[in-house]
């Protein structure tokens, strides 16, 4: 009963649909500037997604269209459809075919998650510290020098944020780094970032955290090593003893990230 | 006026939260009195002589409601009012708002209070959207904003789609299954009248010291704990939205398990009532967890208990956990018994037998099996232990296999069929599987982590969750309203204006929640009342559809109203479906069926020659005539 369909031309139609669809959205740039190693493999990631999602929305929309183009009942048809109750190879086929496809998603975004949380042989730490509502930034590796309201990180080394809240929830997010992570009060959290292209951003608290959420904001700059360097060597204050402790007393909850063999 | 007191009803409902509220205070400045405490304690998370007449008010009122009348006069060995059914049926619009037992009037009392909050709720979208038209602050402060989206948030989902969908299957369920009743008509009662009470509670804290509940609807640790007076109106308001909520699934579960109607065998069960029987699996299992994470905020509030103060040894996190165990199965509670509602609404229209009948059942019930597995999927930047979030993110993308599933044998049931499309319910149907589709496709993309990183917490979650929850969810709810409107109130409605509702919803949803994709993967993040102006266009275009959207809404509300008193008579059967519910009368008569039907076959069976679903009273002689059943004495 269903070969009588022109299976040949639906599906020519959901590849026709499905190449003018990518044809509009895949040269959008959603996710806006990359400035990470990680963000170009992301956004990558994200195109794969659009392309199988592009067909599987096309897929329903033909199928959708066609029936309801042929099979709409003319004015003053009171019969009834043609009695099928269905077909066992099409409903294994659509169990099985989207089974695979997300299998395929599942197991390539572990692949990404994987490389982008390698972490590197000689990484910068940098603590972080959110209260209500302001960001602030250590740097261990400089005697614990302190920066409020501006972090500052070098091109092209891999930097391993420690972080740190002292209230409530906050949330770390650089955009164009697309990484995200809370601040958890009472624990240490772990995101690793390599910044690689020179420029100013803004570091967005995404939890909500009370009235001032939306404007707790930081500048983000990534600069060559030398002027970091003289940067933090011009940091004249310390991290003060109530943050500095949470660096000490949290407990740290994920050290080790997925790729490097687990918790 | 003893009369008055003494007899169930508003005056005995008012005096007792009165009695019970004054009895609260009265303990809570008594034993601060002799424990020579300060007697009021004003502290922004205690005010224990608001938060304890708070608990004990909505229990007295309902005891003087009447909801525990039959109970305490049977279980104290008086003689119990002789059950002449006066608490049934309703012959004028007070008997509405009367302590009723009868599901047809429950079912239209739930769904006009869940709507009613609906209407409220999308108020507050209105006022949200209205301070986003623009960056910068104009017409609330940051504060009420918060207070404003997380009422917005809560109202919809507690009093609005869980319950709703409560209320249609309410009305619609036994009589699907031929039974007279729910089995514990009692039980049904009260499980509504703790339903508006809940939803005072949320809108009332807007009266509360500090502004209404500001931490979101998720209620985050320890932002919620150490929030202002009106987060304990939401947690107790939760306790009461989820009571109501536990007790309607045991009523569906055991509705559904013992009182179908003889020859309904499982595989003979309309697809509404598969729906039902399995949110009920999941509210009776998930929803406690909800009840237990607002407790132990609650008493992290007022009792200082440290379950989540990290300074004390509390652990922040498992807040979520205990939150998003309950909350991802939620959102399968707000989506199977819709997923009902569109199989029934295309198989009629589309004249057809649905397609794959048993593998759509086992489909809902393989979500309700994985729908435990994924709830960390909210998680993935949250600072949980890392290794969790692999095989979360696995079980999150195989739920959308037999999601898959649904929606290929829904387009399935339409070929070969005689798809009529005169009737708005059929509209929205066929409109759900294109925005739900599309609510999927992000809702795949979101599963997998590294997307998730950098889309978590931004317009592109509020975007999945309105894509999913109206276009899914009340697009649902939108045609199983219209498609049951006649046999509920025996009345037609209009079609054009329905058309005009479709077309107005259609095109608000898209315009409204399409953009949030875009500006929230380009860097917008949720839950701010000010942004970035390079975000300003976009808004305001979302603002304007999202204001189309709310103003159509009074098209379908007139609708309704209008239709109801004035619309044409319906007859029992207008859109020539098959399963019992159309066979009697619109509206039905009081005990739904003279005698008890005698099922004989699918309730799908359009087309196929000789078949039928149910053997109604007088249609065959060989039919034993029988005694309705004992209405179940709860």
């Known amino acids: ?263 | 006026m003893t009369a008055a007191i003494k007899r169930p009803g508003w005056i005995r409902g008012a005096l007792g939260a009165l009695v019970a509220a004054a009895f609260g205070f009265g303990l809570v400045i008594a034993l601060r009195a002799i424990s020579d405490l300060p007697l009021y304690q004003t502290e922004q998370t205690g005010y224990p002589h608001v938060v304890v007449p708070l608990i004990l008010a909505p229990l007295g009122f309902l005891a003087g409601f009447g909801c525990f009348d039959y109970w305490l006069r049977w279980a104290a060995g008086m003689p119990t009012i002789p059950d002449d059914h006066s608490q049934h049926g309703a012959t004028s619009w007070k008997d509405y708002f009367r302590f009723n037992t009868d599901h047809k009037v429950i079912g239209i009392q739930y769904i006009c209070t869940t709507f009613f909050f609906f209407f409220v709720g999308g108020l507050m979208a209105m006022l949200i959207r209205a301070e986003l038209a623009q960056p910068g602050t104009q017409i609330v402060d940051a504060a009420t904003y918060n207070s404003l989206f997380s009422t917005h948030a809560v109202l919809m989902i507690f009093v609005f789609v869980i319950p709703v969908f409560a209320g249609i299957a309410n009305y619609v369920l036994p009589l699907m299954i031929g039974a007279p009743d729910m089995a514990f008509p009692r039980l049904n009662a009260l499980s509504f009248w703790m339903l508006p009470l809940a939803g005072l509670l949320f809108i009332g804290s807007f009266l509360a010291p500090g502004g209404a509940f500001d931490a979101g609807w998720t209620g985050y640790a320890p932002l919620s704990t150490g929030a202002p007076l009106g987060q304990s109106f939401f947690n107790l308001g939760v306790q009461f939205a989820g009571a109501s909520s536990i007790a309607t699934a045991l009523n569906f579960l055991v509705t559904i398990i013992t009182m179908r109607a003889p020859g309904m065998t499982f595989w003979r069960m309309p697809l509404l009532v598969w729906a039902n029987l399995s949110t009920s699996l999941l509210v009776v299992a998930a929803t406690p967890f909800i009840a237990g994470a607002q407790f132990m905020v609650l008493f992290d509030r007022i009792l200082h208990t440290n379950f989540f103060d990290f300074a004390a040894g509390g652990d922040v996190i498992s807040y979520q956990h205990i939150f998003w165990f309950y909350s991802h199965p939620a959102v399968y509670i707000m989506m199977l018994p819709g997923f009902g509602i569109i199989s029934e609404v295309i198989s009629t229209h589309a004249r057809k037998p649905i397609f794959g009948y048993r593998l759509m059942a086992l489909a809902l019930i393989g979500i309700v099996v994985l729908s435990y597995s994924v709830w960390a999927h909210h998680m993935f930047v949250a600072g949980m232990f890392s290794w969790l979030r692999v095989p979360m993110m696995l079980t999150t993308l195989l739920i959308a296999v037999p999601t898959g599933i649904k929606i290929f044998s829904w387009l399935g049931t339409l070929y070969f069929g005689k798809i009529h499309t005169y009737s708005t319910a059929m509209l929205f149907a066929l409109a759900f599987i294109v925005t739900f589709t599309i609510g999927g496709i992000s809702g795949v993309m979101l599963g997998m982590v590294p997307i998730d990183i950098h889309v978590s917490d931004t317009y592109f979650i509020v975007a999945h969750i309105h894509f999913v929850l109206f276009g899914g969810s009340v697009f649902t709810i939108f045609a199983g309203i219209y498609h049951w409107f006649p046999k509920m109130t025996g009345r037609m409605y209009d079609e054009k204006l329905g058309r005009v509702h479709f077309w107005g919803t259609l095109l608000g949803t898209w315009g409204t929640f399409i953009p949030m994709h875009w500006v929230g993967m380009d860097g917008m993040p949720r839950r701010v009342a000010d942004y970035a102006t390079q975000f300003g266009n976009w808004n305001l275009l979302i603002s304007c559809f999202a204001f189309m959207l709310g103003a159509v809404q009074l098209v379908f509300l007139y609708n309704m109203i209008v239709s109801w008193r004035f619309g044409p008579r319906a007859e029992a059967n207008p859109w020539r479906a098959n399963s019992i519910e159309w066979q009697v009368s619109s509206p039905p008569p009081i005990f739904n069926f003279p005698e008890i039907p005698r099922v004989v076959g699918g309730p799908y069976e359009f087309g196929v020659p000789g078949a039928k679903h149910a053997i109604m009273a007088g249609e065959g002689s060989e039919v034993p005539a029988k005694e309705p059943s004992v209405v179940g004495s709860s």
Not at chain 1, 28 to 33: A, C, K, L, R
Not at chain 1, 125 to 142: D, H, I, L, R
Not at chain 1, 200 to 219: D, P, V
Request: hydrophobic residues 45%.
């Open chain 1, 1 to 263: 009963m269903y070969g009588r369909l022109p299976i040949v031309k639906m599906l020519a139609a959901t590849v026709a649909l499905t190449a003018a669809i990518c044809a509009v959205m895949v040269p959008i740039n959603w996710d806006g500037q990359q400035a990470s190693t990680a963000a170009p493999k992301i956004d990558d990631l994200l195109t794969v997604m659009i392309v199988l999602s592009s067909f599987v929305f096309s897929l329903v929309m033909v199928m959708l269209f066609y029936a309801l183009w042929k099979f709409k009942a003319k004015p003053g048809d009171e019969s009834d459809g043609e009695p099928l109750h269905g077909n066992t190879r099409l409903e294994v086929a659509w169990t099985l075919i989207p089974t695979v496809i997300v299998l395929f998603a599942g197991g390539y975004s572990w692949k990404v998650l994987d490389e982008i949380e390698e972490p590197a042989k000689n990484p910068l730490t940098v603590e972080v510290f959110s209260q209500q509502y302001a960001w602030s930034f250590g740097y261990p590796g400089k005697g614990m020098a302190w920066s409020e309201g501006e972090l500052h990180v070098p091109l092209d080394r891999q930097v391993q944020f420690k972080m740190h809240a002292q209230d409530v929830i906050h949330s770390f997010w650089v955009p164009e780094w697309r990484i995200k992570k809370d601040n958890v009060p009472g624990i240490t959290t772990t995101a690793i970032v390599t910044p690689d292209k020179v420029g100013t951003y803004q570091l967005i608290c995404t939890e909500l955290c009370g009235f001032g959420h939306a404007s707790m904001r930081a500048k983000v700059v990534v600069e060559p090593p030398s002027k970091f360097r003289e940067w933090v060597a011009n940091l004249k204050q310390k991290v003060p003893q109530p943050l500095e402790e949470s660096v000490t007393q949290d407990t740290e909850t994920n050290p080790v990230p997925l790729g490097a063999g687990g918790a």
